[in-house]
C-alpha cells in the first residue's frame, strides 16, 4: 500500500469519526431538553372531569327555544282508522294556555291531519299570509282557522288577520279521489307550520308523522272499498242513433241541466248532484255542440257515496231512465248491454245498500259532509 493511500485511510476515518461525534452530542442534548420539558405532570385532558356548574367552566352555546313539537293523534287526529262516530266528530277542542278552545267549525278529525301555533303575542299578518301561501302548494285541501279572543270563535282565516289571533289552527285533510296524502306533503305540512311558529315567537304543536300516515292509508284503503257508482244504459237499436237534441229536450224536460263539463245534472234544492246523465260514447254534450250531436247510447249515473238516501234516489233514476228509454225509442240496460229486468234491479238495491251500511257503521255516511269531502 503507497503512503497516499494510506494517507486518505486516515483522513477517511477521522472524518467518520467526528461525524459520529457530532451524532451523539446532538442526540444527548435533545433527551437532555426532553427530559425538562416533561418534568412536571400535567393533566391528561381526554380524562379530565368537567368543571362543575358556576365553576367559570366552559358552557355550550344554545339556540333560543322558539318552538315544541309535540304528538296530537290522541286528540285531533285520533284516526288510526276509520272508525263509527256521531254524526259531527268534529274538531274537539284544544286546551291553550289554561283555557280550552271550541271545535273549530269544519275541522274533522277522521279525515283531517289538524296543527296548532300559540303565540304570546298576535301573529303578524305578513307570516299568516306567507304560510297560507305556501300551504297551498302542498298539494292537499288545508283548512286554516284564527281564534278571536275578543269574540271568543273561530274564525276563517285569510292574509289579512289584523293583529286579533294568538293561535291558530290548520287542517290537512288526509285522502280524497286524488289520491292518500303522502310522507313528503305531511313532512311539508309540518316543517311550515313549525317555521312560521318560530317566526312568530311561537308553539307548534303538530301531529305523529308515522301514525298519521298509517290513519291515512287505512282511511283511503277503507275509501276505495266504497267508492263505487251505479250506471245503467240507455241503447239505441242496431244501426240508429240519438240525435243530441233530442236527447237535450227530453232531458231537460225531466229535471236535467246541462252543465259547462259537458254533462246533464239531476239536482235536488239544495243543488247537490243526485245523479248525472253523461255520452256513452267519449264525446262530451258540449253545449255549443250538441245540435249537431248523435250517439248510440246515453248513460244515466249515481255516485254512491256523494248521495244520501241511495235507495230512493235510485228509484227516482230508474223511472227517469223509463221514461227517456220510451221518448228515445231505445232499451234500459245494464253494463253488460244486458236488458235491466226486475231481478237486476234487485241485486243492484242489494249492493247498494251494503255499501250505504258499511260507510254508516264507519261513521262516514253517504252524501254527508264527511262524504263529499273524500269522494271529491
Not at 472524518?15 to 444527548?28: D, I, K
Not at 258540449?286 to 234516489?313: C, F, H, N, W, Y
Request: proline share 5%.
Amino acid at each position: 500500500m503507497s503512503d497516499l493511500q494510506i494517507s486518505l485511510l486516515i483522513i477517511g476515518a477521522v472524518v467518520v469519526g467526528a461525524v459520529y461525534l457530532f451524532n451523539h452530542l446532538q442526540e444527548r442534548k435533545l433527551r437532555h431538553k426532553l427530559e425538562r420539558a416533561f418534568a412536571t405532570e400535567h393533566d391528561d385532558v381526554l380524562f379530565e372531569a368537567p368543571p362543575p356548574a358556576g365553576a367559570g367552566g366552559r358552557i355550550e352555546p344554545q339556540l333560543p327555544r322558539t318552538g315544541t313539537v309535540s304528538d296530537v293523534s290522541a286528540n285531533e287526529n285520533s284516526t288510526n282508522a276509520p272508525h263509527a262516530a256521531g254524526a259531527d266528530a268534529a274538531d274537539p277542542g284544544r286546551e291553550t294556555g289554561s283555557a280550552v278552545l271550541p271545535a273549530v267549525p269544519g275541522f274533522d278529525q277522521t279525515i283531517d291531519c289538524v296543527a296548532q301555533i300559540d303565540a304570546d303575542a298576535p301573529i303578524p299578518d305578513a307570516i299568516i299570509g306567507e304560510l297560507l301561501n305556501r300551504l297551498s302548494a302542498v298539494g292537499k285541501p288545508v283548512r286554516s282557522a284564527g281564534f278571536n279572543a275578543g269574540a271568543g270563535r273561530w274564525e276563517h282565516l285569510d292574509s289579512a288577520g289584523s293583529g286579533r289571533y294568538t293561535t291558530l289552527r290548520l287542517a290537512m285533510q288526509l285522502a280524497n279521489r286524488g289520491g292518500v296524502v303522502q310522507a313528503a306533503q305531511l313532512v311539508a305540512f309540518c316543517d311550515l307550520i313549525r317555521d312560521r311558529a318560530a317566526k312568530a315567537a311561537g308553539v307548534a304543536t303538530l301531529p305523529d308523522i308515522e301514525s298519521t300516515l298509517e290513519s291515512a292509508r287505512k282511511l283511503d284503503d277503507f275509501c276505495a272499498d266504497v267508492d263505487v257508482a251505479i250506471g245503467v244504459n240507455i241503447i239505441a237499436n242496431k244501426g240508429a242513433f240519438f240525435s243530441g237534441t233530442r236527447i237535450r229536450g227530453l232531458a231537460e224536460a225531466a229535471g236535467f241541466k246541462l252543465e259547462s263539463e259537458g254533462v246533464f245534472h239531476y239536482r235536488n234544492d239544495q243543488r247537490q248532484t243526485l245523479f248525472t246523465l253523461d255520452n256513452h260514447e267519449p264525446a262530451p254534450f258540449i253545449p255549443e255542440q250538441i245540435k249537431s250531436l248523435s250517439t248510440t247510447g246515453i248513460t244515466l249515473l249515481l255516485d254512491v257515496p256523494r248521495v244520501a238516501g241511495g235507495q230512493q234516489v235510485l228509484d227516482r233514476m230508474l223511472d227517469l231512465g223509463r221514461g227517456l228509454e220510451q221518448g228515445l225509442g231505445g232499451k234500459l240496460v245494464d253494463d253488460n248491454r244486458v236488458a235491466l229486468n226486475a231481478s237486476g234491479i234487485a241485486k243492484i238495491r242489494q249492493q247498494l245498500g251494503a255499501i250505504q251500511a258499511k260507510m254508516d257503521a264507519h261513521g262516514i255516511s253517504a252524501g254527508s259532509e264527511r262524504a263529499l269531502r273524500l269522494f271529491s
